[in-house]
């Protein structure tokens, strides 16, 4: 397996780095602690291409693959987490599945906006009592005429309160179980639709996430995306996608970490030499470097099987479940090195402890990760 970027690839490598270096990163202890939405990076990041980043220009996309898109996640989420997510969401877990199971119609008319950064999407399947058991849905879609009336509540949904365009999970046939799972298209202004207060997180608290409340909200038949009962298939091949952008955000937040420690250690001096020269510091440096190296691996992995269009649920989630590891080791050894300058929010690294967590739950939590790896082995790996 290659896996020298192309030109192209590191040409958006490079973009994406100016842009963290000098408009991200500035701005990423502000947003964490203001909590706020960062709308003008999203516009930035619309025009540099970022927000639709595999689809195809003829439909308003940038028109790179999935290796190109992973470097500048990683890139991004080194710079700010919050950042990285809200591009993550918007790319995996609404441009793909418009592209994948959208009509041209909806294609015309969604993808572009999403694309440039003008419209930012969501993507609406867990809910209070439906998380992990993703098929336990319980927002209603029933039949109205010749389209649909939608009731329920969506939860913990990342950029919920600043989406305008939802790809939204429902159920409407109970006895179906999985099978009775239909997705939409929802655009957020539709009547009905109501967002509760953004929650109150730990971390990557520039991400805005919130509930959605679906009170008789009604759809046309022209906004179901995929079959009736389709929707699962919808949901789980799309987050098999978004795993492996969560896989390039924890990987940034994880070389946030060793590049914030790397660079402290060298000048933070203790019995009259740097940290770093002290073998204890240097180990946990060794060892953060090789966890990154092989997360990194791992995410190239799973997104040049992406672009070779050859299943790669298993290796998403074998990318996610590593990086967020690494991830969240990288940032606690983090602190460790910088001591009690590591504890207090002057500097970087308890930004990067808070954000990681996160990357160990959403998008299925390590847990699922592991069933569905040990999923792939029982029928055979
Ligand atoms: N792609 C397409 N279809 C798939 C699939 C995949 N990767 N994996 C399974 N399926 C299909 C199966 O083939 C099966 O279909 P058939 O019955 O037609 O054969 C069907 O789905 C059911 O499969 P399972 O019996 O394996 O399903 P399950 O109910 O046991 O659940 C699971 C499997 C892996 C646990 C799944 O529920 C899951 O991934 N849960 C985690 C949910 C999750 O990741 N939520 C994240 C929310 S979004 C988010 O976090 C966004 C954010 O904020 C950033």
């Known amino acids: 397996m290659d896996f020298e970027p192309t030109e192209d690839q590191l040409a958006v490598q490079e973009t994406a780095r100016d842009f963290a270096t000098q408009e991200v990163l500035p701005q990423a202890a502000a947003i964490d602690r203001d909590h706020r939405h960062p709308k003008e990076l999203v516009a930035r990041m619309g025009e540099l291409g970022f927000m639709g980043m595999t689809v195809p220009e003829k439909y308003g996309g940038a028109g790179f693959d999935a290796i190109a898109y992973v470097l500048a996640i990683e890139e991004i989420s080194r710079a700010c987490a919050s950042t990285g997510v809200i591009m993550s969401v918007n790319n995996s877990l609404v441009c793909d599945p418009i592209l ?5 119609e909806q294609k015309h008319a969604y993808l572009a906006p999403l694309a440039a950064g003008t419209k930012l999407g969501c993507f609406a399947l867990s809910e209070p009592e439906a998380g992990s058991d993703a098929a336990a849905q319980k927002t209603t879609a029933e039949r109205d005429g010749s389209g649909w009336v939608i009731n329920g509540i969506k939860n913990w949904i990342t ?14 046939d109970k006895a179906q179980g999985h099978k009775g799972i239909t997705a939409f298209i929802l655009p957020m202004d539709t009547k009905g639709v109501r967002t509760g207060p953004p929650d109150d997180k730990l971390g990557i608290r520039g991400s805005k996430s919130s509930q959605i409340m679906l009170d008789d909200v009604r759809l046309g038949d022209e906004m179901r995306l995929g079959e009736v009962g389709g929707g699962f298939r919808v949901a789980l091949s799309t987050l098999d996608g978004g795993r492996v952008g969560i896989a390039a955000q924890a990987l940034g937040i994880a070389r946030a ?5 790397l660079a402290y250690a060298q000048q933070r001096r203790t019995f009259g030499k740097a940290i770093a020269e002290h073998q204890a510091i240097a180990w946990k440096l060794a060892d953060m470097a090789t966890e990154v190296d092989a997360a990194r691996l791992l995410t190239l992995r799973a997104a040049s099987m992406k672009d070779a269009k050859v299943p790669f649920g298993h290796a998403a989630a ?10 969240n080791r990288a940032a606690r050894e983090a602190i460790q090195i910088f001591g009690g300058n590591g504890y207090v929010t002057e500097f970087p690294v308890e930004r990067h402890f808070r954000d990681a967590k996160i990357t160990e739950i959403y998008e299925g939590t390590s847990e699922i990760q592991r069933m569905v790896i040990a999923g792939y082995l029982a029928k055979g790996g």
Do not use: H, I, Q
């Open 257 to 261: 970490a060793l590049e914030d420690s």
């Open 159 to 172: 950029n919920g309160p600043v989406a305008d365009t939802c790809l939204l999970f429902t159920m409407n």
């Open 318 to 327: 074998m990318a996610k479940l590593y990086a967020s590891d690494v991830a």
């Open 100 to 104: 994948k199971f959208g009509s041209e």
